[in-house]
């Protein structure tokens, strides 16, 4: 991982620069940004352009302090809609160059279909087309992407993606202690990024990336890196309080581990996981009582999902106006935003916290089932090669039950999805990426 640092240290100089200008210079910051990009366009350095598009996405994810008169990186939340413009505009000049293409966009084009058709209901037509293109464009352009690095740059791409996404946290981290105003939230850990919970969806996807990594041999890492990577990933967590983040990478672990035994009987244990998931439950509030971490876990507000039951209970009674087809992305915003104040009284503040009411909202049922039909082929083709895919979907399937991200696109969270999307859809293959001769750019 040092040597990736050394390798991409003027790079890393470059989003330093970026940065400072983004928080100090005022609009100066906008001009070169784009610049960069467009450089390192020209100069097919796509492999700074994936990272600048996660960084950005990370930045933009940051919510200001309490009581702050500006947001000090609006920068990142008014350049993130131009990234996943770049990757396209790229591609499409070099597109010989990025054959053969991942398949992995085919199997969204129905969902695709659906949510556009259901545009027609949109309360915001023009944020809904936004989303919508958005939402095209990250998912193909982010496969196509990560086909084209790990082509050329093998091991390299990935140690260095993972070394970046481990440096951003490491630099939350910092912050825990130099600058807690930025790094906390309500007395919880944040980090980087927007809130708690964000940091805990984050984390368990940067988990699954790490262990897929190892699992399919993309790239090798140090003991010392290794046990780095797993310190730098669990202190985080265990300062986020996350409980979703918590037991997402607990399933996707204990999944994982039971895989390596037997198939079958990790199957066996979802369906398990399943059918007693109350009486699970309240064997965990059991051991967190008669450890005393009730504070820690929350406990007075367990069963009520932190108000998310409040504002499912008020989504699903809307759904039923866009049962079949939904309103288009952004509608599940658009109706439950008027209605803040009114959740809030009765003990919810934000949003849905749900990726399937989300989904359910903005596309109808027939959405939903695009969508997830589109994930199932995805996983049923890549289980005849490694089972590793069971564990991946029990942790997501719980992970965005309380959290609605899943609906978005321009978010750090989508990005590690769909490269580990990639990597499962690859597998079609028996994890064969292709290969080509190593480009003497720098990666």
Do not use: C
Request: glycine share 8%; hydrophobic share 55%; aromatic share 18%.
């Amino acid at each position: 991982m040092i040597i990736a640092y050394k390798e991409h240290s003027q790079f890393i100089l470059i989003l330093a620069i970026m940065y400072v200008l983004g928080v100090w210079g005022g609009p100066l910051v906008y001009p070169v940004f784009l610049l960069f990009m467009f450089l390192f366009g020209l100069r097919g350095r796509y492999f700074e352009m994936f990272i600048i598009t996660v960084w950005t996405l990370m930045l933009a994810d940051y919510v200001p302090v309490e009581g702050a008169t500006i947001d000090d990186l609006k920068f990142a939340k008014v350049l993130k809609p131009t990234v996943p413009l770049f990757l396209f505009l790229f591609f499409l000049r070099d597109r010989d160059n990025f054959k053969p293409y991942p398949k992995l966009f085919v199997f969204f084009v129905p969902f695709i279909l659906v949510v556009t058709l259901a545009l027609m209901d949109s309360v915001n037509i023009q944020i809904g087309i936004q989303k919508t293109l958005s939402f095209v464009l990250i998912y193909f352009t982010i496969p196509v992407f990560v086909y084209y690095l790990h082509r050329h740059y093998q091991e390299r791409f990935w140690k260095a993606l993972l070394t970046f996404i481990i440096g951003m946290l490491s630099i939350g981290l910092v912050l825990r202690f130099a600058a807690p105003d930025i790094a906390m939230k309500v007395g919880r850990f944040k980090g980087v990024l927007g809130n708690p919970n964000g940091l805990g969806v984050f984390l368990n996807l940067t988990f699954i990336l790490w262990m897929l990594i190892r699992k399919f041999e993309l790239a090798t890492f140090t003991k010392k890196e290794n046990l780095y990577i797993l310190f730098v990933i669990l202190l985080s967590l265990i300062w986020t309080s996350s409980r979703n983040g918590m037991m997402s990478i607990f399933l996707f672990y204990a999944m994982f581990k039971v895989i390596q035994i037997n198939w079958f009987l990790a199957v066996v244990v979802l369906a398990g996981i399943l059918t007693f998931n109350d009486q699970l439950f309240e064997v965990f509030v059991g051991v967190v009582s008669f450890f005393g971490l009730e504070g820690y876990f929350r406990i007075d507000s367990i069963e009520e999902g932190s108000g998310r039951i409040i504002a499912w209970a008020f989504i699903w009674k809307e759904i039923q106006h866009y049962y079949f087809i939904g309103g288009g992305f952004g509608h599940d915003e658009n109706i439950i935003r008027p209605h803040y104040a009114m959740l809030s009284r009765m003990g919810h503040s934000g949003g849905v916290h749900n990726s399937y009411l989300s989904m359910w909202m903005d596309a109808g049922i027939v959405g939903l089932v695009a969508y997830f039909g589109g994930i199932f082929a995805v996983i049923n083709a890549a289980i005849k090669n490694n089972y590793i895919v069971i564990a991946f979907v029990t942790s997501i399937a719980f992970n965005i039950y309380f959290e609605s991200w899943l609906v978005a696109s321009l978010n750090p969270f989508t990005v590690i999805y769909l490269i580990i999307l990639t990597i499962f859809a690859n597998s079609l293959n028996g994890g064969d990426y292709g290969t080509t001769e190593p480009s003497t750019a720098n990666a």
